[in-house]
């Protein structure tokens, strides 16, 4: 696929030159696909119809889009769960980002029950490996320290026991739950947890923020983080943030996980505050061009937040006519990317 100049701070050349050179080289077809806007489609055509009758060169029309997955729920699995039964909130230190490659080497966890907190987790894990500095100066983590720990095979039972009967959540969940899953998988144990998201409840909740990290939802909430990127002290202040987060959507009288879910479905603000992600959009036909067009529109009048932004919803509504690159399921790919998938099932999802 190329870019443009129409391609703002990354295209800088004509279109029209760009379309001679693969001309003049031979190629069948050449694919233009700016980043989220179509102004070079006239111009290429143009140039289209100043060739030949009989010649064979052909432009695919496309665009290079800002994806937003708006159909993950905010609640993953929820089975009826109201706001005050029990929860453990919890966070890792680790290795490294992949579940498959790298290991736990601290948990840290709070049982919260009927909007209180109930009890408290804290452990090191040996990873069986040395720590990598840059987690050491990350975590103030170091081999010292986990060298008497006992290993994940000890230590996820003992964890899986704690959180028994209740739902997980965590800041960024999808990280933290890959690591537990996988090392449940390797260990014979199931898994079916209910996992809450604090970053996705902030979005719905503090729709003033910009910004969702753990520091930045505890500066906006005023709850003290005194060794951040210390899985007890972030699990914490996770707590913290869960119960206001609770008392916040009582006073809206949300008081189900279902009702959450029904909360948190994407709206136009949402949507701007989400995480983007590339994809290509071609188009095969007319209707393929004008779907493209509206999906164009859409994400400039409706869902701008320093790029134009096409949520997953509407990319599906207005697929007719359309081929969709791979990075169009780029919420799906990334977390297969954390969650250690191999290329084999990569490729699959591609």
């Known amino acids: 696929h190329c870019h443009t100049k129409m391609s ?49 060169f052909k432009v695919i029309y496309g665009v290079e889009g800002y994806f937003v997955n708006d159909l993950k729920k905010l609640v993953t699995n929820d089975k009826g769960q109201t706001l005050l039964d029990d929860y453990v909130v919890f966070d890792l230190e680790t290795t490294g980002f992949s579940p498959i490659h790298d290991a736990i080497i601290e948990i840290g966890a709070v049982k919260v029950s009927n909007g209180e907190i109930a009890d408290h987790y804290s452990v090191f894990v040996n990873p069986q490996r040395p720590i990598p500095l ?31 009967g209740c ?16 090392n449940a998988k390797r260990q014979g144990f199931e898994t079916d947890f209910t996992v809450l998201d604090t970053v996705q409840m902030a979005r719905l909740l503090l729709t003033d923020l910009n910004k969702f990290k753990l520091n930045t939802v505890c500066k906006r909430l005023n709850i003290k983080q005194e060794h951040h990127h210390r899985a007890v002290d972030d699990a914490r202040v996770t707590a913290e943030v869960f119960l206001r987060f609770v008392e916040m959507l009582e006073e809206q009288d949300v008081h189900t996980l279902a009702k959450l879910n029904d909360m948190g479905a994407m709206s136009p603000d ?12 071609l188009v095969k036909n007319e209707t393929g061009r004008i779907n493209l067009n509206r999906l164009v529109s859409a994400s400039h009048l409706d869902y701008f937040n320093r790029r134009p932004r096409m949520p997953e919803s509407l990319i599906q509504k207005y697929r007719e006519g359309l081929i969709l690159g791979s990075a169009c399921e780029a919420g799906e790919l990334f977390q297969a990317v954390i969650r250690g998938k191999s290329e084999e099932e990569l490729a699959e999802l591609v």
């Not at 760009?18 to 980043?35: F, N, P, Q, S, Y």
């Open 167 to 182: 739902s997980l959540v965590a800041h960024n969940a999808e990280f933290d739950v890959s690591f537990i899953e996988e």
């Open 270 to 281: 949402l949507i701007k505050k989400a995480p983007s992600y590339h994809g290509i959009i």
């Open 134 to 164: 840059r987690i050491t100066e990350l975590t103030s983590i170091d081999d010292a320290m986990v060298a008497d720990a006992g290993t994940i095979e000890e230590i996820l039972p003992e964890f899986l026991e704690f959180c028994e």
């Open 8 to 56: 703002d701070m990354d295209g800088v050349s004509e279109v029209v030159d760009i379309l001679k050179r693969a001309h003049e080289w031979g190629h069948k077809a050449i694919a233009i696909t700016d980043h989220g806007v179509v102004q070079a489609f006239p111009i290429a055509n143009h140039f289209i119809e100043g060739l030949d009758k009989d010649d064979p």
